[in-house]
């Protein structure tokens, strides 16, 4: 075998060699046996590499499967939030709704009562109602300070032929102080407010602002409140109104 090496190295590089002549030069036995080797690794790389192949193929698949599953997950979740979400739009708009009903009816309820109140007082009680002029109301809210509270004070008219109204406010607060009775005229506990704010000139309605630090033993129960009344430098007359002092919630 030797001995035959060097031929077939010679002949390889000077002149061209076709299988039958490779046949001859090195054995049938060692071609065949170089052929199935050669065939054979390349079987066996080739199912080495399928099988490797098919391992990430799979890996894959699983990852796909896994995330699937998750999307399909986070969408039933998503969709149950939005089906809750839907519902509850509907029950908000559903309420929505029945505030407005109630608030629009609670407005024709408050317009109907303040007809009612103005008829009753022009015909029933016209000592409320001087020549067209009415106080209409006293509205009491609790301040920051301690016994402090902001006041308003409405004022109308309801002639038809409206000229303008002028005149002067007194207010007096009636309540009770360690055990007595006790009242106090409004213009000297205003805070920080001239005793002038408690006049109106109008010719519609006015509404006065204020107010008043109260002393700390005193509970007011009623608060009365006389109005004089000019039109043209000439008085008109005068009214007196009394309410119950009561603290309203509106802010």
């Given at each position: ?250 802010q």
């Amino acid at each position: 075998m030797l001995g035959s090496a060097v031929p077939v190295h010679f002949v390889i590089e000077n002149m061209p060699l076709n299988f039958s002549d490779f046949k001859q030069q090195i054995g049938a036995f060692q071609l065949y046996l170089v052929l199935i080797v050669i065939f054979s690794l390349t079987l066996y790389g080739g199912f080495h590499w399928g099988n490797s192949h098919y391992r990430q193929q799979q890996a894959l698949v699983a990852i796909h499967v896994t995330s699937i599953g998750n999307l399909k997950s986070e969408n039933a979740t998503l969709t149950k939030n939005l089906n809750v979400l839907g519902v509850e739009l509907e029950v908000a708009k559903l309420a929505q709704q029945q505030n407005f009903l109630q608030t629009s009816q609670g407005i024709e309820r408050e317009n109907a009562l303040r007809t009612q109140l103005a008829f009753y007082q022009q015909v029933m009680a016209p000592e409320l109602n001087e020549q067209g002029f009415l106080i209409q109301d006293f509205i009491v809210q609790t301040a920051l300070s301690d016994n402090s509270y902001r006041f308003e004070l409405a004022l109308m008219q309801q002639n038809k032929s409206k000229n303008t109204l002028k005149g002067n406010i007194e207010v007096t607060l009636i309540g009770s102080e360690n055990g007595q009775a006790k009242q106090y005229s409004m213009a000297e506990l205003l805070s920080g407010e001239a005793a002038t704010s408690l006049t109106f000139a109008f010719k519609y309605f006015q509404v006065l602002k204020g107010e008043i630090q109260l002393p700390e033993s005193f509970t007011p129960e009623k608060v009365s409140v006389r109005a004089e009344i000019f039109q043209f430098k000439r008085k008109k007359g005068q009214l007196t109104s009394v309410f119950d002092w009561s603290i309203s919630d509106t802010q």
